[in-house]
């Protein structure tokens, strides 16, 4: 399959976008339906998005804009980037060391975010930066020995090795530990210290506005579709061979990873900066340390 | 319950929101728009006192009064309602109509007095439902005094009451 | 709730007034830290202090105390639009008497008052002013 | 990293404009200033040019949440300088709507807790269950917000339909006992976020004179109803929930509880209501002098002081509203708290910043 594809269509933009938009639409509608309300038509974020783009965005001082333009751009683009490494589709290229390619990838946008806040000149965006930053260091501790864990019990870097020849203790364990690390990567409930919107309003994305939100909340939607898709593609370890089944398979595990995202954020409150952070030292670093044991011993 | 079983029974319970034309139709004492029956205003300006917002104003000409209600500066609070000695006023059972400009469904009538049917003056006149509370029975005799002005109307009891003496002093 | 009491510690000769809303008293020159400090020390606590405007220049302050669930107000007139300050005895007056600056213009011997309602920038003594209220409440 | 940080005038966590400056250093808050006066409206200032029947509108326009309390405490005012009493059919209609808007207001109050709290869930879960009371409320007098029930002497509408009212009460003490205490007592997210913080301790809940639920939290037991029953308040057997710790889980358990009682309340209400004569009367003019009222509100003491000169308007309207007293409290609570727990902390007094400004 030419890289090309990959990029531009599956699972790249063609495909990351719809479902991204999808995927927050799921989300706002699950929440809604377990707090007994109607929730948004399936067409909603995507009108947000319409509706952000043709804003007419605050005067900025000049040269101010650019990075809005640029940053939210190089985190579209490095999370697209991450999604073409996923091994969904058996004739997914897959290069040595992609797995570590996919995670510096992963990390552009949380990366972005910070520099966001920090650019805004407001002080709660510098405040949602601080607390951005802090997550990120936070969760990346289990989230990448989770990674570690994987590579090491199937011997190799690469992500579709990894997919097929992972042992089930080990996949399962260090599964786990990453979904754990989704809620702060994603932003949700009850890790959503970031954007605390009772606290900072929207943390680093508080100057935002017009095309430059728009902008951003699509790298969102993407991220959505990266970091659930890291799962679901790593959690079956067999191809069917035929594209449009794995990819079928793939989007609805990605799904399945959506609803229970969600039901976990509609039945929590938000915890503070540093209970999340012990949280993630404690349970979601033990859990990967343990896939990690597993993988050494067994 | 746990907030599981919260969630779970939620999800049974299927929708409890309206969509935005549907609504809630308003309970039988609904406080909404003022309504007044004209016929039974004395302009006695009670409901007028009581407003805090001013929204009721009543003003008085030689021949005429006008009674004019503003809802736009209407806090709906259902004073002047009380405050009706003839029950005049009412407050509609139904949500009001969306406006879009103060002052859309400001209202203003205008009440012509009677005239005196003796002088042909203007006057201010007792509605019924003050006349059945002065009077326990509205006869006929006190409907003729009631379309006079109260100078008239003293100058037909003193008529009367002379009537009545000389009849009663004939009679002796 | 000891009147008799009260009324010795405080030195005060006047009589008070009982009445079903608590027991009011008037008490021309009332030394109010003094009379903070007693009740304080007998748990009474203090709800607010109302200022009346009285005559063009004075200001009658009541200190309203609820002593154990019973009422007592004790009222006394500035000197100069000036009194005494009680907030350092009893933190509950802090507000208060910030607030009688603000729209009262009483100053408060012992203290800075820093405008509570008002901004920083306007007149203390806003309902001093004598805003005309027509009848559509508008100034 | 030392920082100041405001919290409004404008604030997702606000629902009405005031200003919280903090002071932090990193996620630790040093200092806390406080800053009201954005709804200032002089409300006391318009009260002295209008007659005392319009006042009553004016002052149920205090507050948008706890209005009922405001003309109540009005009108009993009035009541005392008019050495009057009402009926007793009215006296316990009154004692029912004020204890249902103590329903609407705490359920409204742990809505908002839980919205702070980030807890979107619990938060629809709450306003779901004000609807309940709201809608109460709206069949006893016709308004879900402004009551306009009391007059001087009396009540403006009569109480016709107890069997609703019955039910829905049962509904709510239901709800509040099944739903609302476990979790916000036992949910582990909510606890991490509520036990242990924004301690106002007894001495200091005394020496700035808190009152209501904050004064009871911190183990100050008073309640109006209790130390001086207004209304009909001796004739009903009901506790006074008081909690020592002073967190905001224990402002939020105190609540939970007097919610409960309240309920109790109202069914006994219902049960003794007599038949008769509930109305007010209409009074024009005032006899010259001074009186005061005031009632356990669901905030706090509420505190009214008139004087009158004899005329149609009063000389003088003082209102002393429980948050006025309790905002204060904020700044000490705040101390050494974190950041995240500011909005928390300084809604867990429940704070009414168009009362406190009035």
Redesign the interface.
């Known amino acids: 399959m030419p890289s090309w594809f990959a990029l531009l269509i599956f699972p790249g933009f063609l495909y990351a976008v719809p479902m991204g938009w999808l995927m927050l639409w799921l989300e706002r509608k699950i929440l809604a339906r377990l707090q007994s309300r109607i929730g948004p038509p399936f067409y909603q974020p995507f009108f947000d998005f319409i509706k952000l783009m043709t804003k007419e965005p605050l005067r900025r001082a000049s040269g101010e804009d650019i990075f809005y333009l640029l940053l939210p751009l190089l985190a579209l683009g490095a999370t697209v980037g991450s999604l073409t490494l996923l091994p969904i589709l058996p004739s997914s290229a897959s290069a040595v060391g992609d797995l570590v390619l996919f995670v510096a990838l992963v990390e552009v946008a949380p990366i972005c975010l910070v520099l966001l806040g920090f650019l805004s000149r407001s002080i709660f965006g510098q405040v949602g930066a601080i607390r951005e930053a802090t997550l990120t260091i936070a969760t990346n501790l289990p989230f990448i020995t989770a990674l570690i864990a994987l590579a090491y019990a199937s011997g190799s870097l690469r992500l579709m090795e990894i997919a097929s020849n992972a042992p089930l203790a080990t996949r399962a364990i260090a599964l786990l530990a990453l979904l754990f690390c989704l809620p702060i990567k994603l932003r949700l409930n009850p890790f959503s210290v970031a954007n605390a919107e009772q606290e900072i309003y929207q943390g680093a994305l508080t100057e935002l506005d017009g095309w430059r939100l728009g902008l951003w909340e699509l790298t969102h939607a993407v991220e959505w579709v990266a970091l659930s898709g890291l799962i679901a593609s790593l959690a079956v370890p067999w191809r069917s061979g035929q594209a449009i089944l794995d990819a079928i398979l793939f989007a609805l595990l990605s799904l399945v990873l959506v609803v229970v995202l969600t039901v976990i954020a509609g039945a929590t409150a938000r915890l503070k900066l540093l209970q999340a952070s012990r949280f993630y030292w404690r349970w979601g670093f033990g859990l990967a340390l343990l896939a990690l044991v597993v993988s050494l011993f067994l | 319950?746990?907030?599981?079983e919260?969630?779970a029974e939620?999800?049974r319970?299927?929708?409890?929101?309206?969509?935005y034309p549907q609504r809630v139709p308003?309970?039988a004492?609904?406080?909404g728009l003022v309504q007044i029956e004209l016929e039974d205003c004395v302009g006695c300006a009670?409901c007028a006192?009581?407003?805090?917002?001013?929204a009721i104003h009543v003003t008085e000409e030689r021949e005429t009064f006008c009674w004019s209600y503003d809802p736009a500066k209407c806090?709906?609070?259902?004073?002047c309602v009380?405050?009706c000695p003839t029950s005049a006023l009412q407050?509609q059972a139904e949500c009001p109509p969306i406006y879009h400009c103060a002052g859309a469904l400001a209202v203003t009538y205008t009440r012509a007095y009677p005239r005196c049917e003796g002088c042909g003056k203007p006057f201010k006149v007792a509605t019924q439902i003050l006349r059945q509370r002065a009077y326990t029975e509205v006869s006929g005799e006190v409907e003729t005094l009631l379309r006079l002005c109260p100078v008239c109307r003293q100058k037909e009891a003193i008529k009367s009451m002379v009537e009545a003496r000389r009849i009663k002093e004939a009679t002796r | 709730m000891n009147v008799e009491e009260i009324r010795q510690t405080l030195g005060i000769e006047t009589p008070p007034s009982q009445r079903t809303d608590g027991i009011w008293w008037h008490i021309a020159g009332l030394n109010v830290c003094h009379m903070a400090q007693y009740l304080i020390q007998n748990e009474a606590r203090l709800i607010t202090i109302t200022a009346i405007p009285d005559g063009k220049s004075e200001c009658r302050l009541i200190y309203h105390w609820d002593c154990q669930g019973q009422l007592l107000h004790l009222s006394t007139l500035t000197q100069g639009r000036k009194i005494d300050s009680v907030a350092a005895i009893c933190p509950a007056a802090d507000w208060i008497e910030r607030e009688i600056h603000d729209l009262f213009g009483v100053i408060f011997n012992g203290r800075e008052t820093s405008p509570l309602v008002l901004r920083a920038s306007d007149p203390s003594g806003l309902f001093l002013a004598n805003i005309p209220l027509d009848e559509e409440g508008k100034e | 990293m030392s920082y100041t940080i405001p919290i409004g005038p404008y604030h997702p966590a606000l629902e009405e404009p005031y200003k919280l400056e903090l002071e932090c250093e990193g996620e630790n808050v040093r200092e806390a200033h406080l800053q009201i006066g954005f709804n200032f409206r002089a409300i006391e200032l318009i009260a002295q040019s209008r007659n005392i029947i319009q006042n009553i509108a004016l002052f149920e326009r205090v507050c948008g949440i706890c209005s009922n309390v405001h003309t109540l405490t009005y009108c009993l005012a009035l009541e005392n300088l008019l050495g009057i009493e009402p009926s007793l059919r009215a006296q316990y209609i009154r004692v029912i709507v004020a204890e249902l808007e103590r329903l609407h207001s705490h359920i409204l109050w742990a809505g908002a807790a839980a919205h702070i709290l980030g807890f979107q869930t619990l938060f629809m879960t709450c306003f779901r269950l004000r609807e309940v009371v709201m809608d109460l409320l709206e069949t006893i007098s016709g308004n879900r917000v402004n009551y306009a029930m009391n007059a001087i002497g009396g009540v403006n509408r009569d109480l016709t339909d107890p069997q609703t009212i019955r039910d829905g009460v049962r509904q709510i003490q239901k709800a509040v006992e099944g739903q609302l205490l476990p979790i916000f007592t036992n949910d582990p997210t909510v606890r991490a976020r509520c036990a242990g913080v924004g301690i106002l301790t007894k001495a200091n809940a005394i020496a700035w004179g808190a009152v209501g639920p904050t004064a009871r939290a911190s183990g100050v037991a008073q309640d109006i109803r209790q130390a001086q029953p207004y209304l009909v308040y001796d004739r009903f057997e009901f506790s006074v929930p008081v909690q020592e710790s002073g967190d905001v889980l224990a402002r939020i358990l105190v609540r939970a509880l007097e919610m409960v009682e309240s309920c109790q309340i109202i069914e006994q209400a219902l049960e003794q209501m007599p038949s008769g004569q509930w109305k007010g009367q209409l009074f024009v003019e005032l006899p010259p002098g001074e009186a005061v009222a005031r009632i356990e509100a669901p905030r706090g003491e509420v505190f009214y002081y008139i004087a009158s000169d004899g005329s149609e308007k009063p000389l003088r309207v003082k209102v002393r509203t429980p948050s006025f007293v309790n905002m204060p409290t904020v700044r000490l609570m705040l101390k050494g708290a974190t950041l995240a727990d500011a909005p928390l902390i300084q809604a867990s007094i429940d704070p009414c910043y168009s009362c406190t400004d009035r």
């Not at chain 2, 319950?1 to 599981?4: Q, R, Y």
């Not at chain 2, 006192?49 to 001013?54: D, F, G, L, N, P």
């Not at chain 2, 806090?75 to 004073?79: A, D």
């Open positions: 319950m746990s907030i599981w919260i969630l939620n999800l319970q299927g929708v409890v929101t309206l969509r308003p309970p004492r609904y406080r009670s006192y009581v407003c805090v917002s001013a806090t709906f609070c259902g004073r009380d405050a407050m």
